[in-house]
């Protein structure tokens, strides 16, 4: 697989170094000089220095051969119009844009964007599940005011000692993060539950109550 990420601020350097730890190919694009400096000499991928905007940028990262376009940048009118470019190329299977500012969401959906985070998520981890694990994508709906992230302290005596994973994803919430040591941690095979454990839950609108009396009651 081969992602093209545009922006190389905090949520991109994140989502890029995620993604090639599980050994997908990445490209950052990072228009700020500085930046793309400093971040080529801490990433173990191809940084471009240039405005993402501009096509001869895009070809440069070879899009033509990219399977996903991320346009993470802070700025909601680049990641628009980059994503709008991207849509040109048919080899493109998933485009997913950053919306900074929620009333802009509809601007996005209107030109066909359909997959879109808010900065409100902990964005990197989300885009990473919508592309490495697409079946759990498919159940929630990002960016589109139906879903709320919680962060509940777990109270639940059942859930003591039992796999986070036994119980997430379900089709109407997602165990996205647990905190121990006040570290934030994505879960694994052995990542358990505990009294008073921190965890952040992506649910659909319609089950926070039935959410959070469930892990915290």
């Known amino acids: 697989m081969y992602v093209i990420i545009v922006g190389a601020g ?6 890029a170094n995620s993604l090639i730890r599980q050994g997908i190919t990445v490209t950052l694009i990072e228009d700020n000089e500085v930046k793309s ?15 993402a905007t501009n096509i001869k940028i895009l070809e440069e990262a070879d899009i033509s051969e990219a399977d996903v376009f991320i346009a993470a940048t802070g700025h909601d009118e680049v990641n628009l119009l980059t ?10 299977k998933k485009i997913i844009a950053r919306v900074n500012e929620l009333e802009h969401v ?6 066909g964007i359909k997959i879109t985070v808010s900065p409100e998520s902990t964005v990197a981890t989300y885009l990473e599940r919508i592309i490495t694990r697409p079946k759990i994508a498919d159940l929630i ?6 879903t709320e992230l919680l962060d509940i302290k777990i109270e639940n005596k059942k859930l003591f000692g039992k796999r986070v994973l036994d119980y997430s994803p379900t089709e109407n919430y997602m165990v996205c993060a647990v905190y121990e040591d006040n570290e934030l941690i994505i879960p694994q095979e ?16 319609d089950y926070v ?9």
């Open 37 to 51: 400096s400093e971040v080529a000499n801490e990433i173990n991928a191809m940084v471009i220095k240039g405005d």
């Open 83 to 92: 994503s709008v470019l991207a849509q040109k190329y048919e080899n493109i």
């Open 190 to 205: 052995d990542t358990l539950f505990y009294k008073d454990q921190r965890i952040s839950v992506l649910t659909k609108s």
């Open 141 to 146: 709906v990002l960016g589109r005011g139906t």
């Open 106 to 111: 509809e601007a996005f959906n209107r030109v």
């Open 10 to 15: 905090r949520v991109g350097q994140n989502l």
């Open 209 to 217: 109550d039935e959410v959070t009396n469930f892990f915290a009651s």
